[in-house]
């Protein structure tokens, strides 16, 4: 920070020693101080104790399973903070017995006060945020004084050692945010990623980094701190929405309250590594979306400033849109290839093809691989530079519940899918697991069951449409006695399957396909969750391995891209000598 700063003023005195400045050297400065006073320090770290405050942790409980919540409790309750000044609290939807008696257990060996607190009432749609209410109330009850700020961990979240101390920085240097969000890591991501997890969890973390430079970052749901004050000023968590943590963010900005983001390594958890749980968890994400637009219509809604309503509003409707975008366009353009006709006006009269529009359709692919490489090096390249395979297979999936949402609810049914936490699976998510344990396929679950069957189709409309602009390229060769310019053949092709946005739009959607259909018929092994955990202090305290942490932060290979690139530069080459 002296560095930058004394950077900065030896800058500003040396614009302003020099008379023959101009307006555009002014404006450089200018943009520069400003990028520089936006750059956030994500390694802020509290070393003094003497003026810590007081904090409540909430650790929400459904079932998850008794071995998750505990190594969970464990790590939260050895943190590099003064454990005088901080209290741990189990807030149990399940009513479990066998919850109650762990955490008896463990209230005499670990360092701060453990609780333990339960509803009694049976989880609905809306069940985490209603359960944090409900923690709410309870800490009020105590003799002791509240705290003045409350973390939120989900279950199956093991935070590092300094994660309080990390992320409250963020709220100790800046008075104005309301709430300060990790990022999440997985570490029982299969190895290489078969479901392609890892990149669409990234594009997450493309979005809040770019929403955090605006002071407008999103709560992601766990490992947060918020400010007691803040949160009393919008009466607790929203619970309207299965992304009460969106909609959180919503209703701080409203009172003056922004969230920060935290990059780092504060805390790892379990991803849905199943396709019928992926399936389900992804579906709840877009219903979630989608009840956050018609939140913001309703009567507390309209406590939202006009500019929260209409973001809110293009929330769900992007959510909506853009699955059926991506679906249509999934199964629309190989079946436009499959027809092996000219997609592109052919030539006529002795006319060449326009060359400008070669040109364009070439730098177009350049100035969006520009955009792509910069989105993905604010997450170090975990993420595809092309749309990841996850959001074009799961588009159908997330389209449905759409059209539940808006279009036909009494023929497909209007009901939000119910929340179902990670680790509670059901029966299909349970039958996957039990095949990857006997190493056998899962092709009855995710063809059949799951309806992935569908992608067999579009991996067929890719072939077919390859198979027919050959023939109908060669054609007049093999059937026909007249002689057929290398030439024409050429620009044939260029305007049909060849063009460059229709190329690469299929390949996306076999190589989106062959995901689905290659984990049915060769899923990963399934690994105990007690192999990808490393255990200290006597098996007190379990954090991920180190080689799993690296398989979740290691880079994205980004082989189609290149594929893609040197087939433009052909294309344009090809282009350029026949135009």
């Known amino acids: 920070m002296a560095i930058c700063l004394t950077y900065l003023a030896y800058r500003t005195k040396h614009v302003f020693s020099k008379p023959d400045t101009t307006l555009l050297i002014w404006a450089t400065l200018v943009i520069e101080i400003a990028i520089a006073g936006k750059q956030k ?10 003026k ?13 399973g008794l071995e998750i919540l505990t190594d969970t409790v464990k790590a939260a309750c050895h943190q590099d903070y003064p454990p005088s000044l901080f209290r741990v609290i189990i807030l149990d939807d399940s009513s479990s ?21 339960t509803r009694n009432v049976k989880p609905h749609t809306h069940s985490k945020a209603a359960n944090l209410n409900f923690g709410l109330r309870f800490i009020d009850s105590l003799p002791n004084e509240r705290a003045v700020y409350l973390a939120v961990l989900d279950v199956d979240m093991i935070p ?31 190895p290489n990623d078969p479901l392609c997890i890892t990149p669409e969890i990234s594009l997450f973390e493309i979005w809040s980094v770019l929403h955090d430079f605006g002071d407008s970052g999103v709560c992601t749901g766990s490992g947060f701190l918020i400010r007691r004050r803040a949160l009393d000023a919008i009466n607790g968590f929203p619970e309207e929405s299965l992304q009460e943590d969106v909609l959180t963010t919503m209703a701080l900005f409203a009172k003056g309250f922004h969230t920060v983001c935290v990059d780092g390594e504060l805390q790892w958890g379990l991803a849905a590594n199943t396709v019928p749980d992926w399936i389900r968890q992804r579906q709840r994400w877009t219903a979630g979306l989608l009840s956050i637009s018609s939140y913001v219509f309703s009567k507390k809604g309209r406590d939202l400033p006009p500019g929260a309503r209409v973001n809110g509003a293009l929330i769900g409707f992007s959510e909506g849109t853009t699955s059926g975008i991506w679906t249509v366009a999934l199964f629309l353009v190989p079946l436009l290839v499959s027809t092996g006709q000219p997609l592109l006006p052919l030539s006529s009269g002795g006319a060449r093809p326009n060359r400008l529009l070669f040109r364009l359709a070439v730098l177009e692919f350049a100035a969006q691989s520009v955009v792509q490489a910069l989105l993905c090096s604010l997450v170090d390249w975990r993420c595809d530079m092309l749309a990841s395979p996850a959001q074009l297979w799961m588009a159908p999936y997330r389209l449905l519940v759409a059209l539940r949402f808006y279009c036909f609810p009494k023929l497909l049914g209007h009901e939000v899918p119910a929340f179902t936490p990670t680790g509670i699976s059901a029966a299909l998510g349970k039958a996957e697991r039990e095949a990857r344990k006997r190493r056998s396929s899962c092709k009855k679950i995710v063809l059949w069951d799951c309806g992935a069957w569908i992608f067999l189709v579009v991996l067929g409309c890719c072939l077919l449409g390859g198979v027919r602009m050959v ?11 007249s002689k057929v310019a290398g030439r024409d053949v050429l620009e044939k092709f260029l305007v049909g399957m060849g063009w460059p946005p229709l190329f ?50 290691e880079r994205k290979s980004q082989f189609v891209w290149l594929a893609l690139a040197v087939y433009h530069v052909l294309f344009g080459v090809i282009s350029e000598s026949i135009s």
Not at 41 to 50: A, K, L, P, Q, T
Not at 52 to 64: N, V
Not at 171 to 180: F, H, I, N, R, T
Not at 471 to 481: A, I, K, Q, V
Request: proline share 9%.
């Open 160 to 190: 590092s050692p300094h994660w309080l101390r990390t992320v409250l920085a963020h709220l100790l240097q800046d008075p104005s945010a309301g709430l300060a969000c990790p990022f999440q890591r997985m570490y029982n991501i299969a």
């Open 52 to 64: 810590l405050p007081k904090i409540d942790i909430f650790i929400t409980y459904c079932g998850e």
């Open 41 to 50: 320090n994500c390694r802020n770290f509290i070393h003094n104790d003497s």
């Open 471 to 481: 023939e109908c390229m060669l054609s007049p060769w093999f059937f026909s006695g």
């Open 504 to 553: 690469s739009h299929c390949l996306l959607s076999a190589k989106s396909a062959w995901t689905p259909i290659s984990y049915a018929f060769a899923p990963p092994a399934l690994v105990e969750r007690e192999q990808l955990l490393d255990r200290t202090d006597q098996g007190m305290v379990a954090h991920p391995k180190k080689n799993v942490k690296e398989r979740y932060m």
């Open 97 to 117: 017995r066998d919850v109650s008696s762990a955490i008896t257990e463990l209230q005499p060996v670990v360092p701060p006060s453990l609780h333990y607190a």
